[in-house]
């Protein structure tokens, strides 16, 4: 009996009732913060797309007889790489709040929605940098 009603609250709501702008119960915010973070999962991969094009087009622009730098497609790949696994890490440690409680996923969610937007948005200002 425990163990059904552990799972019912881990379970994934795919109940569009759901009003995320009024919610009442931990289940709920769970779920809205997950929402929230899948939103800005698909902004940051869009804006992940265009800035590498940009990338791309401005490698083609440096003339490797005299810079052996590494091109802007491989700094960003490899800033992305590292922002990455920041970014997964810095939530579970935020989530760590109410580690075993039920608001954990919340708070790890909104974490790592906080910090994709915070992302999008360089990854935006990157691109039109110049």
Not at 4 to 30: F, G, H, K, S
Not at 93 to 113: Q, T, V
Request: charged share 20%.
């Amino acid at each position: 009996m425990i163990l059904a009603a552990l799972l019912l609250l881990a379970a994934p709501i795919n109940d569009p009732a759901i009003d995320c702008e009024n919610q009442l119960y931990q289940v709920e915010m769970n779920h809205c913060a997950g929402q929230a973070y899948e939103v800005a999962d698909v902004a940051l991969n869009a804006q992940w797309k265009r800035a590498v094009s940009v990338m791309r087009e401005r490698d083609k622009t440096i003339d490797r007889r005299h810079d052996t730098q590494p091109t802007h497609h491989d700094a960003l790949l490899a800033a992305q790489r590292a922002w990455l696994t920041y970014r997964d890490q810095h939530c579970l440690n935020e989530g760590f709040a109410a580690r075993g409680g039920s608001m954990a996923p919340m708070l790890h969610s909104g974490c790592m929605a906080r910090l994709t937007k915070a992302r999008t948005a360089e990854l935006q200002a990157l691109v039109e940098e110049y």
